[in-house]
């Protein structure tokens, strides 16, 4: 099973430099988040997406934008990419079934922004 | 808001000692809780968990029982192995708007020696 894949692993930016982090999981999930996971910090939700169709804010949305292409797909975007935002981004995926939210992670992509 | 607390690593143990992990919460309404595990290099992967008061979770020798008159979910081992090194995460989910965001807290760090 493939679970949740993310794209790229690995990734050195430029300040000012725009990409895209790629997301997609196969386990026909409703919810689907974004994390940044810093030193000391844990884990900070960027944004998240409860369904098709929808995103919001979470807790440090500043500097990034999101797309949620289909139920499988959720993408984060940084338009002009900044040192502070050198980091470990996770995506998640969860379904709410009875009290159950266990969330799935991907491997996360390290990103470096110089 | 929602809230977890969790104490600070990293905690360092000889190979078959006893181990603690505390974490607290603040939630509003019965959330689910929580323990993931991050290997280096790897996402977080769910170890445990536990949806309502006084519920045991368990899984490879790891328990944390649901306190909801001390708002706690410890995580214990009775006997830790090397390969038990990895930084833990105490995580609740609850209702936030018709939605369920999983909320961290910041991780513990492990390191067991042989």
């Known amino acids: 099973n493939a679970g949740v894949t993310q794209t790229p692993k690995f990734q050195v930016l430029k300040t000012g430099q725009s990409m895209t982090l790629q997301c997609a999981q196969d386990?026909?999930?409703?919810?689907m988040y974004w994390y940044r996971q810093d030193p000391g910090m844990g884990l900070r939700l960027i944004y998240y997406?409860?369904?098709?169709?929808?995103?919001d804010k979470g807790e440090v949305p500043n500097g990034y934008n999101v797309s949620r292409l289909n139920k499988r797909e959720f993408s984060l975007r940084l338009e002009s990419a900044a040192p502070s935002q050198t980091s470990v981004y996770f995506c998640a995926s969860s379904e709410w079934t009875g009290g159950n939210t266990e969330a799935f992670f991907g491997q996360g992509t390290r990103l470096t922004v110089v | 808001g929602n809230s977890v607390t969790q104490m600070e690593g990293p905690v360092t143990l000889s190979e078959e000692a006893f181990l603690t992990i505390n974490c607290t919460y603040t939630a509003t309404g019965y959330p689910s809780l929580f323990w993931y595990v991050q290997y280096p290099g790897e996402g977080l992967q769910l170890l445990l968990k536990?949806?309502?008061?006084?519920d045991k979770g368990s899984n490879k020798g790891f328990e944390a029982t649901y306190r909801k008159e001390t708002t706690s979910f410890h995580l214990e081992k009775g006997s830790v192995q090397v390969s038990d090194s990895a930084v833990y995460f105490c995580?609740?989910?609850?209702?936030?708007?018709?939605?369920?965001?999983?909320?961290f807290g910041r991780g513990t760090s492990l390191i067991v020696h042989p």
């Open positions: 386990m026909n999930h409703n919810s």
């Open positions: 997406s409860a369904s098709e169709g929808t995103t």
């Open positions: 536990a949806t309502k008061a006084d």
């Open positions: 995580a609740l989910s609850s209702s936030s708007g018709g939605s369920y965001i999983p909320t």
